[in-house]
């Protein structure tokens, strides 16, 4: 049986290539994406643990008595623990925030972490977490040193001066030396500037005041041993950690950052191997057909049906087996590649994961999916009669759509979008849940049915085709409607591929349009002023000095917590009542803005209607000792979520009466003659040529909040192709074994007239009806599916509305229809080369 098997597989190698490539392609993906992410989860974890092996304790704060903000550790505190038995160098750290400018005054690093922290040389004049490439650490006030990265990025030599801003002022210094230092100190893309030990205290703690002391053991002393002899010395919510301890969360913490990435890889390449199995199950379907007298002739000499079925499944371990393999090979290929060409100085490329679970894994998944897609057209060869042997041809009669297949298909479609709806409108917090399963059942209910869809859809597209090619259009409807069971299994890859396309595109647009109008749509002035890093914080000094650039109107949104308005919880937000109306868009229900420069508030929609208010309505308010009364005296409409418009405004002067010290959350400007570069030159100018303060255009504004969206979606397309492209394979080979099937009626076809140009047309024709029939249905599932997780996330994000990018949905049929296209390529060829005289040789 093997024996006979493996001939078969050989005999019909050319025919098994596409399934072959399908199997390879899937596996390709998922070994790639398990090594990949195996890969760069070990190189992340090893480099963010890097350096923590030369630290044996680190002493640092973790909470004082009261509950209030720890104030650090005295530095004295290094001196008595350098004195300790077993400690060879104590050394205090002093972290913060810094950003540092380029040339243009324009921050440098594309990540979020701007760290600053204090250059501490031990007795040899050195610090052991950096390692200078140029120069040497700080040793005047007036230095600063910059890692590696930013120096180039900046085009920083040694002795250039550089501006620097921490949140709490920005100032110009000299470069001293650019250094390399330990993983967990240098994070991807961002940045590290290291000032002296004074500075950095001045700037991120209080003078005399570290936040951690790192200890270095003498030989022969372990760092158990010495956290236990330093643990008397700590004052009160000060602990000592090893540094093995350190790094081994540190190395949790990144691993588990790059295993999301990991199983996002994972979950599309399983999407891939589902694809694939319908091009493996739509393969040996065909070819089953296709050796109808050779398996008659087996159960003529004698053989079973079950044995003919164990011929056919192991044909299909032969060839899983042996695309797996391939597939393993092309996808730790890959991954080595991508892991060389994705390193960075943040996490750069460590070495290969090979894991024998991955290994066997992959193997044993393309293995599996080739013999379950092959088991039921392996099983339906089983009732393929000893008589057949007797017949004249090998061609099988085409399938009706008519079975206990589209019946069931229908029953479990039907019961799936009731159940999808049901999740949609009314599961509540089990909504997402309740989709999934929903989900799954429309899906392979649809699958079921797309044989019996096929035939009305090609019905709608016969009108055009007889305008469009009135011979061969006719002819490749009338193929394609031959075998609705055929073209459903074709169609059905790309029916996947496009729903989860399409409703990719519906959610991504949505959050957009959601994300836009919480953002810009409410944003009227012209620059947005914001903090850059963490540490930094805009205070009223910074709204005057925004104010001080010409032409300029200007308003700080201050916020002030801890109100009693009306007997509820209530937050205010102090604007400048002359220039709100310029800076946001107020969209008034009711009342005039006018009346905050009457010592009046503006009330939200949203928060009238909760609280039960109205225009002209005074109420109690209190904030600490401080009470008084306050008059609506407009309501205008808003989105929850929004970063700009508030739930309560109210005007500087009013807020001040109760809040002397508000937070300024944003400041807003707007110029005489809008944006424009001299504009955002003055703008930075009068804000001190600070990099800790972001000052950003419209554009830019929409960008930082919605722009991340488009970048996830442009990955996910990325990764859909690759089922794109096993859909195409599918195409491809149905058409070319369909090209095998009817070549004595493709002889006819040439005998009566019809030329080798015709010939291509026809087969091209097929496919792009193929294509589209597979196109439309995905989009259709994707947008519905769309709509329903949409829908679980209007009750969380009020303000999201569903929106249909037709744009992109028309680009992704397209796009389906231009893969089904190229697929046609080489089954039209071989069409077109049938000769004439097949018409009439014998069977």
């Known amino acids: 049986m093997f024996r006979t098997a493996l001939r078969n597989v050989l005999a019909h190698k050319a025919r098994l290539l596409m399934t072959a490539l399908a199997v390879v392609l899937g596996v390709a993906f998922a070994a790639g994406s398990l090594v990949f992410s195996q890969t760069r989860s070990g190189a992340a974890a090893e480099h963010a643990s890097a350096g923590y092996d030369r630290v044996a304790v680190n002493v640092g704060v973790d909470a004082v008595p009261d509950g209030s903000a720890p104030t650090g550790l005295d530095e ?4 008595r623990l350098a004195r300790v038995p077993g400690v060879a160098h104590a050394a205090n750290r002093v972290d913060g925030s810094a950003a540092v400018a380029d040339h243009d005054g324009r921050l440098l690093g594309d990540g979020d972490s701007h760290r600053g922290s204090n250059y501490a040389p031990g007795p040899d004049g050195t610090d052991a977490a950096y390692r200078f490439t140029t120069g040497r650490g700080p040793t005047h006030d007036d230095e600063i040193a910059l890692d590696a990265a930013t120096a180039a990025r900046g085009g920083y030599r040694t002795g250039d001066r550089v501006r620097v801003g921490t949140g709490q002022s920005a100032a110009t210094y000299r470069l001293s030396g650019v250094f390399d230092s330990d993983g967990h100190r240098l994070t991807d893309g961002g940045t590290l500037t ?3 030990t004074r500075t950095a205290q001045r700037l991120f703690a209080t003078p005399g005041h570290v936040q951690s002391i790192e200890l270095t053991a003498k030989s022969g002393t372990s760092a158990p041993e010495l956290a236990d002899r330093v643990g008397p010395l700590l004052p009160k919510g000060a602990s000592a950690v090893t540094g093995a301890m350190l790094g081994r969360i540190q190395a949790n913490l990144a691993a588990a950052d790059d295993d999301t990435m990991g ?17 493996i199950s739509n393969t040996f379907t065909m070819l089953i057909g296709r050796r109808a007298r050779e398996l008659a002739l087996l159960r003529l000499l004698g053989a079973s049906g079950r044995q003919v079925r164990r011929i056919l499944l192991a044909e299909s371990v032969l060839v899983g ?10 996808g730790t290929g890959v991954a080595a590649a991508l892991n060389q060409l994705l390193g960075t100085s943040g996490t750069p490329a460590g070495p290969l994961v090979l894991s024998p679970a991955t290994l066997l894994g992959t193997l044993l998944l393309g293995t599996a999916v080739t013999v379950v897609a092959a088991w039921l057209p392996a099983r339906r060869a089983m009732a393929i009669a000893p008589v057949t042997a007797l017949t004249s041809s090998d061609t099988p009669a085409p399938a009706t759509a008519r079975s206990r297949r589209t019946a069931i298909g229908a029953v479990l479609t039907a019961l799936g979008v009731l159940i999808v709806v049901y999740g949609a409108v009314g599961a509540g917090p089990d909504a997402r849940t309740v989709i999934a399963m929903g989900t799954l059942s429309a899906v392979v209910g649809v699958l079921g049915l797309i044989p019996l869809l096929a035939r009305p859809f090609v ?7 007889l305008r ?5 259009g006719v002819l490749a409807t009338r193929n394609t409607t031959r075998d609705p069971r055929r073209t459903g299994a074709t169609a059905a890859a790309l029916t996947i591929a496009l729903a989860l396309a399409s409703g990719l595109s519906v959610l991504g647009a949505s959050a957009d349009h959601y994300l836009e109008r919480a953002t810009t749509h409410d944003f009227t002035a012209d620059y947005l002023v914001k903090p850059a890093v963490d540490s930094a914080r805009l205070t009223a000094a910074n709204t005057k000095a925004a104010a001080k650039a010409p032409g300029t109107t200007v308003s700080g949104l201050n916020q002030s917590t801890g109100y009693q308005l009306g007997g509820q919880s209530a937050v205010l937000t102090g604007v400048d009542p002359d220039a709100a109306g310029r800076l946001m868009r107020y969209d008034l229900v009711d009342g005039t803005l006018d009346s905050l420069t009457r010592g009046q508030i503006a009330v939200a929609d949203y928060k009238a209607e909760e609280a039960g208010w109205h225009v002209g309505q005074t109420l109690p308010v209190r904030r600490g000792e401080t009470s008084g009364r306050v008059t609506i005296g407009a309501v205008y409409r808003a989105d929850p979520q929004s970063n700009l418009l508030p739930s309560i405004t109210a005007a500087d002067s009013l807020v001040a009466r109760y809040d002397k010290t508000p937070q300024t959350h944003l400041v807003l400007v707007a110029g005489d003659g809008g944006a424009s570069p001299a504009a955002y030159r003055a703008l930075t100018r009068a804000l001190g040529d600070d990099p800790a303060l972001s000052v950003l255009d419209r554009r830019a504004v929409q960008d930082e909040y919605s722009g991340g969206i488009g970048d996830q979606l442009d990955v996910f397309y990325a990764l859909l192709t690759v089922a794109a492209l096993i859909a195409g394979l599918g195409v491809t080979n149905t058409l070319a074994l369909s090209v095998l099937e009817r070549q004595k009626e493709i002889g006819v076809l040439r005998a009566v007239g019809l030329d080798r140009g015709q010939v291509t047309r026809m087969i091209r024709w097929e496919a792009l009806i193929v294509g589209a029939f597979g196109a439309v249905l995905g989009t259709v599932l994707g947008v519905f599916l769309g709509w329903a997780l949409g829908r679980t996330l209007q009750e969380s994000v009020a303000g999201y509305t569903l929106v249909l990018p037709w744009g992109r949905l028309a680009c992704g049929i397209a ?3 231009a893969v089904a296209l190229l697929a046609s390529l080489w089954p039209a060829r071989k069409a077109a080369r049938v000769a004439v005289t097949t018409a009439t040789a014998a069977a």
């Open 76 to 79: 004295r505190l290094a001196a």
């Open 194 to 196: 290291l000032f002296t």
């Open 263 to 279: 199983q996002i890889l994972l979950g599309f390449s399983l999407v891939a191997l589902f694809v694939a199995a319908f091009l």
């Open 321 to 330: 087996a042996v695309s797996s393999a391939l597939g393993l090979a092309v």
């Open 459 to 465: 019905s709608l597209l016969r009108p055009l085709l």
């Open 468 to 472: 469009l090619s009135p011979v061969q």
């Open 815 to 817: 796009a389906a229809m």
